[in-house]
């Protein structure tokens, strides 16, 4: 059997649509009984975008091939969500990319295709590194970050000093 180009063209952007909606409610997804606030929505979108042991070099893809949530996010650049909360639709920012400038009130960072953005940061705002929860004096020039925002605040960043 033999399935024509625009088919085939057609079926990849259905099946992309898919797992794009499937990574939006699975990044966002909160648990029973978990407060559904965006802060919530946020700690799970940085626990997706952290690199899943059973994704590491030379190992199977699972049937996603690699594209399921963490799969899309490890490639994510920079973007935004719009979530439904309590509150009503919030949109927020995510962003990958090196620390390019840091103070104790905001952070600046730079994605591989260039973007750069600056977000405050404050008392509310959870820095994450593979230790745990820090501050934001844990971050430095030069470190790899996740950065969730909203508004241009930083809500969560999570850090692989590099």
Do not use: C, W
């Not at 049937?63 to 949530?69: F, K, L, S, T, V």
Request: charged share 20%; aromatic share 2%.
């Amino acid at each position: 059997m033999r399935i024509s180009r625009t088919a085939a063209l057609a079926a990849t952007g259905i099946i992309g649509a898919g797992v794009a909606g499937g990574l939006t409610y699975a990044a966002v997804a909160t648990p029973a009984g978990a407060s559904s606030n965006l802060g919530a929505a946020a700690d799970n979108i940085v626990s997706a975008a952290q690199p899943s042991p059973a994704t590491g070099a030379g190992r199977a893809q699972g049937r996603h091939g690699g594209m399921g949530r963490r799969g899309m996010l490890a490639r994510l650049e920079h973007g935004q969500l719009t979530l439904k909360t309590k509150q009503g639709d919030r949109t927020v920012d995510l962003q990958r990319g090196t620390v390019s400038s840091v103070t104790p009130t905001s952070v600046s960072v730079t994605s591989p295709d260039k973007f750069a953005r600056v977000y405050t940061v404050d008392s509310s705002t959870k820095v994450r590194t593979r230790s745990g929860l820090v501050s934001i004096s844990s971050v430095h020039k030069g470190d790899k970050v996740f950065v969730v925002a909203s508004a241009g605040k930083a809500l969560r960043i999570l850090d692989r000093q590099s």
